[in-house]
């Protein structure tokens, strides 16, 4: 049967439905608002409205409804009310991305962190199972390689996470990996590993709104620019690193390359994708590094920002960030040849779409509509 005679399939979405625009799949959002804003979803199916064409069926339109529901994963009836909605085999997979992120916070409260991100997955898992839906896209990170012994990275690199915070998505991995070993017939699943996210959509309609004062460096940067933040210099943590400019060098991508690298991990856990066949044992199982295999320093990434925003960035240099790793680049050719990801997007792209977006919401969604009209 051609795909677009089947009904869409049901994906259900922990932890915001982002950027996922599509017309194959309906989306279901789940969320604790813990970091998120509700303002978010309604301006993400705003866009997949925008997008559909003149023409569209009821099934491009019915795609194009997000359905938004508010469940703590770390309550397992509530997962269930969830499923129990749609009942056995309405919902055809999960992404879960749902997880607390901080480094330096999950070193303070590690059970927070194993509740969290670890029993939270568990609970899911165990749901799915119960309503036969044994596909999932996991969200892990990184972060699972700790500090790796070769760069660019391969996936086939030992997983030893440093913190807490990347414990969780290496139990999470092992956790799923189990499970579809155990049931090599029936799950069937994926663990995409981001490198580091960023930008915004192009439309500057959404983007990252972190609470309070950003940890993160390229919100940082926008932050300042657009004077949320108040600090007169960037503080660079460390520059005696054994790179070319002695910081730290990261693997930046966007997050319109991201959500394009979740809809190709969906498409393969279809029964037609052959992305499973040269696992090394039955179980259906495969980790993903989702980067650009292109490293920027910390230099570098404050240069592009100034291109970007004009804003005038000064910078001190002060002692290293504990858990921070010299370099994190992605070997991302395993995800090119198995699920034809490639992250097209540039730096400069980037950064033009996070300043789009933060100029657009100096205040995040909870900028007032009036005052956006005139900046950007
Ligand atoms: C961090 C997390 C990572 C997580 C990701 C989520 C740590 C150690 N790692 O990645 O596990 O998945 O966020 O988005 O927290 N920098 C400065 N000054 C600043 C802020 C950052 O010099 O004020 C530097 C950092 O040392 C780092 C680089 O900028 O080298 C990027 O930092 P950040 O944006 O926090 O990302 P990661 O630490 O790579």
Not at 116 to 122: E, G, L, R, W
Not at 180 to 208: D, K, T, V
Not at 325 to 334: R, S, Y
Request: charged share 25%.
């Amino acid at each position: 049967m051609a795909i677009t005679d089947e009904p869409l399939r049901r994906v259900l979405v922990t932890g915001g439905a982002g950027y996922i625009e599509t017309r194959r799949y309906k989306v279901i959002s789940v969320d604790n608002n813990h970091n998120s804003h509700p303002k978010s979803l309604q301006r993400v199916a705003q866009l997949a409205r925008d997008a559909l064409p003149q023409d569209a069926s009821e099934k491009d339109k019915d795609s194009a409804e997000i359905e938004a529901v508010t469940c703590d994963l770390t309550k397992k009836d509530e997962i269930r009310g969830v499923f129990e909605k749609y009942g056995k085999g309405g919902i055809w997979g999960v992404i879960h991305i749902a997880a607390y992120k901080a480094v330096g916070e999950s070193t303070e409260v590690p059970l927070t962190y194993y509740e969290n991100n670890v029993s939270a997955t568990v609970y899911l898992l165990q749901v799915m199972s119960e309503y036969d839906c044994p596909r999932l896209v996991y969200s892990s990170s990184a972060t699972v390689y700790g500090t790796p012994p070769t760069i660019p990275i391969p996936e086939s690199t030992r997983l030893q996470a440093d913190s807490p915070y990347g414990k969780t998505k290496v139990m999470s991995e092992t956790i799923i990996q189990d499970l579809c070993a155990a049931e090599p017939q029936r799950w069937r699943a994926l663990s995409l590993r981001y490198f580091n996210p960023a930008g915004a959509h192009p439309s500057g309609l959404i983007g990252e709104d972190p609470r309070g004062r950003p940890g993160n460096l390229l919100p940082l940067l926008a932050h300042m620019a657009v004077g949320r933040v108040k600090d007169d210099k960037l503080s660079v943590f460390g520059n005696d690193y054994p790179t070319p400019d002695g910081t730290c060098v990261r693997d930046y991508l966007h997050v319109m390359d991201l959500a394009k690298g979740h809809l190709l991990a969906l498409d393969a856990l279809s029964p037609s994708s052959n992305v499973f066949d040269n696992c090394p044992t039955e179980a259906r199982f495969k980790a993903y590094n989702l980067g650009k295999g292109k490293g920027m320093s910390v230099l570098q990434i404050v240069e592009a920002m100034r291109k970007a925003t004009g804003f005038d960035y000064k910078y001190v240099i002060i002692g290293r960030r504990r858990g921070d790793v010299p370099d994190l680049t992605a070997d991302p050719t395993l995800a090119e040849k198995e699920l034809g990801f490639k992250a097209t997007h540039d730096l400069e792209t980037m950064c033009r779409d996070l300043w789009n977006w933060q100029t657009k919401n100096p205040d995040g969604y909870d900028t007032p509509e009036t005052s956006k009209v005139n900046s950007a």
